[in-house]
């Protein structure tokens, strides 16, 4: 069968043994999980004394699927588990995280992932392998913001219904990045544009936004639009519009920005769930509660997501 392998890495700024105690203690793992917390009141089993070969837990959610992870071996530097899937379809994989003591207050986490594939899924593989990659990326900045600050300032909420977004007229900037890139891409794009605004003698009129027009999770290749919507008059020259979007998968997430993959991964899983499709042509859009030049601490971000 294919095989899936998977592997990321991040620095903690914790000793070592305080990351491996949080690792073999399964009852932490809700609170930084990259899949837990798109379905918060899925159902979990724990078993098992905390550090106990063979201790674990059970999840299973509408839509995070149903699966089992238990311990099967630690050192001072590595922790295997096995991981085993039972929805949405049978596989089993054995996950790893390696700790490498960088000082007595620093550690370097690698997580990784060992897998295969049904036959039938064969041209899947890369794209399992970038998903399942993504995944662990958000989930390591978690766990390292959990283990250093005692939480995870990402918190999201998921419409039940279908919503609309009304188009605007904007000042805009487009852009193509990576999704590392991205950051440093939007301060410097969003500081050009209330520069040009306040140049022009223009008004805001309503959040800042991105239209995110084509998401290449493949290549890691992103394009999109960033905006500031102006009132259309006969002196404001130039502006762009975007048009109503009428039917939409809705979620919020407040927090840090550098956690807003969570929404996005929860507003996908949810029309997953739903036999919902996504419509590609429109894109995705963030819309920004507070002005991107506030900071992203405690910031309130709408996603929409154009279904079909």
């Known amino acids: 069968m294919p095989a899936l392998n998977v592997s990321r890495t991040t620095s903690i700024a914790q000793p070592i043994a305080r990351v491996r105690d949080h690792l073999i203690d399964f009852r932490q793992w809700p609170k ?28 299973d959610g509408k839509r995070v699927g149903a699966g089992e ?3 099967r071996s630690y050192t001072d530097e590595r922790i295997v588990f096995s991981l085993t899937f039972l929805k949405p379809w049978k596989s089993q994989a054995m996950v790893a995280f390696e700790l490498t003591e960088q000082s007595n207050t ?24 970038n998903f399942v990659g993504m995944d662990y990326a958000r989930g390591l900045r978690m766990l390292r913001e ?9 918190h999201i909420v998921l419409a039940d219904d279908v919503r609309s977004l009304p188009g605007c007229h904007y000042v805009g900037q487009q852009a193509s990045s990576t999704l590392a890139e991205m950051p440093i891409v939007m301060e410097q794009a969003y ?16 959040p800042a936004f991105c239209h995110y027009t ?18 259309a008059t006969k002196d404001a020259a130039n502006l762009a519009k975007r048009d109503d979007l009428h039917r939409c998968a809705y979620v919020e997430h407040t927090g840090s920005y550098m956690h807003l993959g969570n929404a996005w991964a929860t507003v996908f899983s949810a029309i997953r769930s739903r036999a919902q499709k996504h419509d590609r042509r429109a ?7 507070q002005a991107p030049s506030e900071g992203s601490v405690n910031a309130t971000t709408d996603i929409y997501l154009p279904l079909k």
């Not at 959990?146 to 990402?154: A, I």
């Not at 500081?191 to 309503?206: E, I, K, R």
């Not at 890691?220 to 919507?229: A, E, L, Q, S």
């Open 283 to 289: 894109g995705g859009v963030e819309v920004y509660r």
């Open 32 to 59: 930084w999980s990259p899949w837990l917390c798109q379905e918060r009141d899925a159902e979990l089993r724990f078993h098992g004394e905390t550090g106990a070969i063979g201790s674990g837990y059970a999840w």
């Open 146 to 154: 959990h283990l250093e600050t005692g939480d995870v300032n990402s």
């Open 106 to 129: 620093e550690t370097e986490a690698t997580w990784s992932m060992r897998s295969s594939l049904p036959f039938f899924l064969f041209f899947m593989r890369k794209s399992f392998e």
């Open 191 to 206: 500081a050009a544009l209330s520069q040009h605004m306040q140049d022009q003698g223009l008004q805001a009129d309503g």
């Open 214 to 231: 084509r998401m290449d999770m493949m290549r890691d290749r992103w394009i999109y639009t960033m905006g500031i919507p102006v009132k």
């Open 69 to 71: 992870m238990q311990l």
